[in-house]
């Protein structure tokens, strides 16, 4: 009985083989696919870390090509080191303008108000002209 369980076992093996051996190839082709994917996508995220670093004009695309540490960075998708020396440079930036060394002011004129509380002119305070004008204006 053993040996009847035994060659069972065999050619299940082999025919569990025979059907890994047949899968093999689409392993392959989704492996490749995969593949390809991933290097697309991280070829897209190269180009937006690009954008980001060069957007604001801290960093030059010659320094993208030839600087070594920059280059490292993109290739490895840091982006927190980009905007890191990003920064850096903004403040360096910052620094390097030169502050005012005093405030100019503006100088303010006064002027005297034209109405008089003694006026005696009855016309400039008639009711009726008053509410005249405020209809016709509303």
């Known amino acids: 009985m053993d040996t009847v369980h035994f060659s069972l ?3 299940t093996v082999e025919k569990l083989q025979a059907s890994v051996g047949e899968l093999a190839p689409y392993k392959m082709q ?5 593949r390809k994917e991933l290097e697309k996508e ?3 995220k190269r180009e937006s870390l690009k954008k980001v670093a060069t957007k604001g004009g801290f960093i030059s695309e010659d320094e993208l090509e030839n600087s070594e540490d920059i280059k490292a960075m993109i290739e490895t998708l840091d982006e ?4 890191a ?3 850096e440079r903004f403040i360096k930036k910052l620094d390097d303008s030169p502050t005012p ?5 503006s100088s303010l004129q006064h002027n005297k108000g034209q109405a008089n509380l003694y006026n005696d002119d009855e016309e400039a305070f008639d009711h009726r002209v008053v509410m005249s004008t405020f209809l016709k204006n509303n």
């Open 80 to 83: 927190k080191g980009i905007k």
């Open 42 to 44: 991280m070829s897209e």
């Open 85 to 87: 020396l990003i920064a």
């Open 9 to 11: 076992a065999v050619t």
């Open 101 to 105: 060394s005093s405030l100019e002011t």
């Open 30 to 34: 989704i492996e490749e696919l995969n």
